[in-house]
Nanobody, 115 residues
Framework: QVQLVESGGGLVQPGGSLRLSCAAS????????MSWYRQAPGKERELVAG????????DYADSVKGRFTISRDNAKNTVYLQMNSLKPEDTAVYYC????????WGQGTQVTVSS
């Protein structure tokens, strides 16, 4: 079955960096777009970044443009989110998602940006 497993979250100081990973299984990873979402306490889940199956096109929320980079390694069935210049407002649970015949989500990884 389809599985998405995120990792790499943690506590980081403002201005710091983290790299999230999402390991996928149960489907032909290289033929599906992938995306990262986040959900902060009391807020709706929001799209952070997306990437096409070949990795040739990416898109970002305005709030993370220039700071976050989404990438993928189709040989490893993994999508990444490199997060630089982190701000306290980036604190959230981060989820990866793909869409086959329905939405599939990972379990999420907590990112906390605090001094």
């Amino acid at each position: 079955q389809v599985q998405l497993v995120e990792s790499g979250g943690g506590l980081v100081q403002p201005g710091g960096s983290l790299r999230l990973s999402c390991a996928a299984s149960g489907f032909t990873f290289s033929t599906y777009a992938m995306s990262w979402y986040r959900q902060a306490p009391g807020k709706e889940r929001e799209l952070v970044a997306g990437i096409t199956p070949a990795g040739d096109t990416t898109d970002y929320a305005d709030s993370v443009k220039g700071r976050f980079t989404i990438s993928r390694d189709n040989a490893k069935n993994t999508v990444y989110l490199q997060m630089n210049s982190l701000k306290p407002e980036d604190t959230a649970v981060y989820y990866c998602k793909t869409v086959l015949y329905r939405n599939y989500w990972g379990q999420g990884t907590q990112v906390t940006v605090s001094s």
